[in-house]
């Protein structure tokens, strides 16, 4: 599959934050650019509510402290560290972004789709996730944002046994 240089750049970024120390301060992304090429952040989530489900799935959700934006990632029956999204489901993977600015997912397929899309991965011990697609579209396909950068998975504590 070709990929655009935009979409790669974004996943190569998600993917990167996941290997620095640095990444701990880092955080998932929405931006908006306008025709003159400025980027908005409209959004920014710093870590995630983290569930593992029954037979590899994984479900993530998070809402932004300010401007009333969350984000929910779904990912099926994958135990793999990286896991590509594209236009549309595959099966494997979804997100989506709801906002005052609209909902955007990569379950919208534009009409003649960008190649490419974007990825999500994990550190090794799945406490990180990076996640990046360029672009994502709202339902009419009048708005576009791009979302990027990695968060911290926070997974609830596990029940104690009582004796």
């Known amino acids: 599959m070709i990929r655009l240089p935009a979409a790669t750049s974004v996943v190569a970024l ?10 701990s301060q880092a955080a998932v ?22 569930v ?18 969350s984000l929910s990632v779904n990912i099926f029956r ?15 993977a979804d997100f989506t972004v709801k906002g005052p600015e609209g909902l955007f997912t990569n379950l919208f397929r534009p009409p003649n789709a960008p190649p490419g899309g974007g990825a999500i991965a994990f550190n090794r011990k799945k406490t990180r996730m990076g996640l990046g697609f360029a672009p994502t ?21 596990k029940k104690r046994r009582r004796r």
């Open 14 to 23: 998600s993917i990167l934050a996941l290997a620095f120390p640095a990444a």
């Open 29 to 50: 992304q929405v931006i908006q650019s306008d025709e003159e090429g400025n980027q908005t952040t409209l959004a920014s989530f710093p870590t995630a509510k983290c």
């Open 52 to 69: 593992k489900g029954k037979g590899n799935f994984l479900t993530f959700h998070a809402k932004a402290k300010r401007g009333g934006w």
């Open 78 to 92: 994958t135990r793999a560290r990286e896991v590509d999204l594209e236009y549309g489901s595959d099966g494997n």
């Open 137 to 157: 579209f709202n339902e009419g396909f009048s708005s576009s944002v791009s979302v990027a950068g990695g968060l911290k998975c926070k997974y609830p504590k």
